[in-house]
């Protein structure tokens, strides 16, 4: 493809996918070749601003539009996903690199969430207290805010944008989304099925670009509420200026997810979770599982899972049979490579390095195999910083309660699992463990949409999750009505009163 003919990513403002005017344009690359998939345009502040104000326009109808009609919307969109499946699964993987069932759960994981904001009537309901006082009754309305907005990241690049446009729209908000500049063509392809459904023009537009459009969001005095995926760094900026600005804000941020395993767990299911969890995606997932803690006989295991890991096949994620796809950039390899070289240098010891894999066919492309470093300790880079890479480090503990204070001492809380066929000790897991989201001989325990995502800690800023019955909060204004009206007679009575005085 000439440079001419690659395509060009739109926005989407006022109900119309456009052409950007900026001049500042960057390649989406597809990670297993490089190849530049299309151009997309970092938006200017005055499209930034159209975009608002179109939202803030619609916001006036839509806002009063019955419940029914918006569900009736987001039935439509369910279907149109399913209905494209496979074609949104092979953009997703092109431009972000996982496999192809990686990339359908990805789609899939969020359709759910569309399910769930079509049934949103339910939850969006309200309290009332009959009589607080003679003939008073007290009641709630959760009223939408007006425009909202979120910012996700490359890693799921259609679930995380569907965590938030679906529910902001179905409680009656109108949505700004600024997905990740590393990945925008499936969210893109997902807007435009969104608009095919139904969603009226301004209800939902998308803007690109990377810190300056964040920041213009964060800055923007028409946007009521910003929700935000993606790493601790960003997200901490995002809440500390959203916020400083008058506006909500809720972000999931990075992660450094631990599973404890006990020498009672099935080992066939726990090594291989383990080593899906560990490796699967590349290791981009931010409830992957990077560290395992191996307890007391369970230590004989290590290498049975050095053997497990050995066998996944490395590949494009077009490609059958593929396990372990590309990193995003070759700034993400690049990184994962200097960590690992980190780790080596303090003395972790490096049981399986995947730096120098090579992929016939795809030789551009940016490769990292799984990598397996035992004897870590808590000081080592590896182990402080998020890899986000296909690299598992392994420490050990004497008892449940050692691994548990290891866990509980790791600033992040996003998601920890335990594997053991002991209910007792299981449950003393839950009890103890300071981490928002927990599995229970289950890898990455990520909510269905009937709960919330809560991960917690560093890994979360704002009390309230996407998704689920938390986010009904999120995206509504709390108004309680306190309210007495008078019979016929009362009122005239009144009205003579009024007028005696
Ligand atoms: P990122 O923070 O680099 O990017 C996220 C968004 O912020 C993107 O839209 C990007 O354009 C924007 N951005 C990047 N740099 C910016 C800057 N300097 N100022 C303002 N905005 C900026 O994250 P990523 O690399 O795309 O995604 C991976 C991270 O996301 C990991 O840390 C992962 O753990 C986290 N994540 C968390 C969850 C969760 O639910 N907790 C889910 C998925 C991913």
Not at 321 to 342: C, H, K, Y
């Amino acid at each position: 493809m000439s440079q001419s003919q690659v395509p060009t990513v739109k926005l989407l403002i006022n109900g119309e996918f456009v052409e950007s005017n900026t001049d500042r344009w960057e390649p989406v690359l597809n990670p297993a070749t490089q190849e530049t998939l299309a151009m997309i345009p970092f938006a200017t502040q005055e499209e930034i601003d159209q975009a608002v104000q179109s939202a803030q326009e619609a916001f006036k109808t839509w806002r009063k539009t019955p419940i029914g009609v918006r569900s009736r919307i987001f039935l439509k969109y369910q279907q149109l996903i399913r209905e494209n499946m496979d074609e949104l699964a092979e953009i997703l993987t092109a431009e972000q690199g996982k496999t192809l069932p990686d990339a359908a759960g990805d789609v899939f994981r969020g359709l759910e969430v569309v399910e769930h904001a079509a049934a949103i009537g339910n939850l969006q309901m309200s309290e009332f207290a009959n009589n607080v006082a003679s003939d008073v009754d007290t009641y709630t309305l959760y009223q939408p805010l007006g425009v909202c907005a979120g910012i996700t990241p490359f890693n799921f690049p259609a679930m995380i944008p569907l965590w938030m446009f679906p529910m902001a729209i179905a409680t009656g908000n109108t949505f700004v989304l600024k997905p990740s500049e590393q990945d925008p063509m499936v969210t893109m392809r997902l807007a435009e099925l969104a608009m095919k459904a139904g969603v009226p023009k301004g209800v939902l537009n998308v803007i690109h670009g990377g810190e300056e459009a964040v920041n213009a969001i964060c800055d923007h005095p028409l946007i009521k509420a910003v929700s935000f995926v993606g790493s601790t760094k960003v997200g901490t900026h995002v809440y500390n200026r959203a916020s400083l600005n008058g506006k909500r804000a809720q972000c999931m941020m990075g992660a450094k997810n631990h599973a404890v395993i006990l020498p009672d767990a099935n080992k066939e299911q726990t090594l291989n979770n383990i080593v899906g969890a560990a490796f699967g995606a590349a290791g981009q997932r931010c409830m992957a599982l990077p560290v395992i803690i191996l307890v007391g006989d369970a230590r004989d295991w290590l290498d049975e899972l050095v053997e497990r890991a050995k066998t996944l096949k490395v590949n494009a994620g077009k490609e059958p049979d593929t396990d372990v796809g590309p990193l995003i950039s070759p700034q993400a390899l690049e990184r994962v490579r200097r960590l690992i070289g980190e780790g080596e240098a303090a003395g972790a010891k490096l049981l399986l390095d995947g730096r120098d894999i090579k992929v016939p066919g795809y030789e551009k492309g940016n490769f990292v195999g799984p990598t397996l470093f035992a004897d870590v300790t808590t000081e080592m880079s590896i182990y402080t910083e998020e890899i986000f890479g296909p690299v598992l480090c392994v420490l050990t503990a004497d008892s449940l309660e050692e691994a548990i204070d290891i866990v509980n001492a790791n600033p992040n809380g996003n998601g920890t699992a335990i594997f053991t066929q002991s209910g007792a000790a299981a449950r003393r897991f839950q009890e103890d463990i300071d981490v928002g989201q927990v599995g229970i001989n289950l890898p990455i325990p990520v909510p269905v949409p009937l709960f919330s995502f809560s991960g917690s800690r560093a890994s979360k800023l704002g009390d309230l999750g996407p998704y689920g019955k938390d986010v009904i909060r999120f995206y509504t204004q709390t108004k309680t009505v306190t309210a007495r009206w008078f019979e016929d007679d009362q009122v005239s009575e009144m009205n003579t009163t009024i007028s005696l005085k």
